[in-house]
Every structure is written in structure tokens, then in C-alpha cells.
């Protein structure tokens, strides 16, 4: 079967940095994603990788290792308004996207 | 950017009651379009993807003729939750990109509708 796994919940500091990790197991792959989803509002789009290595974004920079079946978020200079559940998502082989069950992330102050 | 618009944003009706929700692509076609639906503190749970032209494919476990999917145009799917009851209470989403199909392109979110069965 297809399985996409992150912890379930996170904690971190106002200002520190935090790593969301990601293993995936799927159908082929088309691509990985990280969606932001505040409480009470659809997902917005992060990140997309698809070849192996990092990309940046401002704050937020995802990783991926297809080999491996791994990827991370990395959020930097953290914010109250990063308090949110983080998605990671995968495209298979039929370009379907297979969810993962979201990692909520308390940022304290 | 891709713009996905979802109305209504919330709406609570009688048990036994249809609900009617639509979701247009604003600034692209979309032969594909995508419902989901979450529950409180659980994650997205995709119930059925909408074809233009032809009939939704709907995931195990979701009921066909209780939630109705009319995709009939290339811009607008609709959602109708049938004989709604209370357990049907849920925060519904609908999603659409560009050329799903095409690895890169990002899945665009409707705002969601929050619908409550009293």
C-alpha cells in the first residue's frame, strides 16, 4: 500500500529553527509537496521538489532524497503566524496525490 | 496564480436537507477538480474526483448517491450532500490545477465550506 508518514505534532520557539520530516512510501513518484494549513482554512502551497537535493524559499526550504523516500521542511526565524499543521504530499505514478496526516506545529513564544 | 473559489464558506441546515456546493476555477480549465473532506484534527481525506464531461470517480467508502458531483463545464464542479445528516458535518474542499496531470503543477485549494447538519 501507499503510506506517507510525519509526527503527529511538534513544538518549537519563537525565533528557533524547526525540521518537519517526511517518509513516504508510493507508486512511483511525480513529485513531493508541503502544504501550510492554518486551523479552520483550506491548504496553501509551499514547496514542490521533485529532483533530489534543497530548495530555498525565504524562511521555509524543503529537502528530498528519493532514494531514500525521506524529505524534510525547514522553517527558520520562527513566527507565531508559522503555528499551523504542515501536509507533505506525494504525486505516484498516476499522478494521483497521496496525503499525509499533517504535523501541527506550536510555536510558543 | 491559479485561483480556485468555493462558495459557500459556510452554511448549516435541517437534518434530510441537500446542500449544494461549487467550486470554479476563476483564471483557468479544469477537465480535473478534486473533493475533499476533513474532519476536526484529521487530515485531508479525498472523497472523489470531479471529470469534465463524464462521471466522478468516487474513493472507497464514499457513497455515490449521497454526494452528487456534477462537473459541467470546464471552470465549475459542484458537491450536493443529499439527505444530509449530522455525521455528514464537515469542512469540505475542493481543488483544481492547470494540467493536473503534469508532475509539477501545484494544487489550488478552495477557501473550503464548513457545513453543519443540525
Known amino acids: 500500500g501507499q503510506n506517507i508518514d510525519q509526527p503527529t505534532e511538534m513544538t518549537a520557539t519563537e525565533g528557533a529553527i524547526v525540521q518537519i520530516n517526511c517518509t513516504y512510501q508510493?507508486?512511483?513518484?511525480?513529485?513531493l509537496f508541503w502544504y501550510q494549513q492554518h486551523a479552520g482554512e483550506a491548504p496553501t502551497f509551499l514547496s514542490y521538489n521533485v529532483l533530489d537535493g534543497l530548495e530555498e524559499k525565504g524562511r521555509f526550504s524543503s529537502f528530498l532524497s528519493r532514494s531514500k523516500g525521506y524529505s524534510y521542511l525547514l522553517l527558520k526565524e520562527l513566527q507565531m503566524k508559522d503555528s499551523a499543521s504542515y501536509l507533505c504530499a506525494v504525486k505516484d505514478s498516476n499522478y494521483q496525490l497521496i496525503w499525509g496526516a499533517g504535523t501541527k506545529l506550536i510555536i510558543k513564544p | 496564480g491559479a485561483v480556485v473559489s468555493q462558495h459557500p464558506s459556510w452554511v448549516i441546515c435541517k437534518s434530510g436537507t441537500s446542500v449544494k456546493i461549487e467550486c470554479r476555477s476563476l483564471d483557468f480549465q479544469a477537465t480535473t477538480m478534486f473533493w475533499y473532506r476533513q474532519f476536526p484534527k484529521q487530515s485531508l481525506m479525498l472523497m472523489a474526483t470531479?471529470?469534465?464531461?463524464?462521471?466522478?470517480?468516487?474513493e472507497q467508502g464514499v457513497e455515490k448517491d449521497k454526494f452528487l458531483i456534477n462537473h459541467a463545464s470546464l471552470t465549475l464542479s459542484t458537491l450536493t450532500v443529499t439527505s444530509a445528516h449530522p455525521e455528514d458535518s464537515s469542512f469540505y474542499i475542493c481543488?483544481?490545477?492547470?494540467?493536473?496531470?503534469?508532475?509539477?503543477?501545484?494544487?489550488?485549494f478552495g477557501a473550503g465550506s464548513r457545513l453543519t447538519v443540525l
Open positions: 481543488s483544481a490545477s492547470p494540467h493536473f496531470e503534469s508532475g509539477a503543477n501545484v494544487l489550488t
Open positions: 508510493t507508486s512511483g513518484f511525480n513529485g
Open positions: 470531479s471529470n469534465e464531461g463524464s462521471k466522478a470517480t468516487y
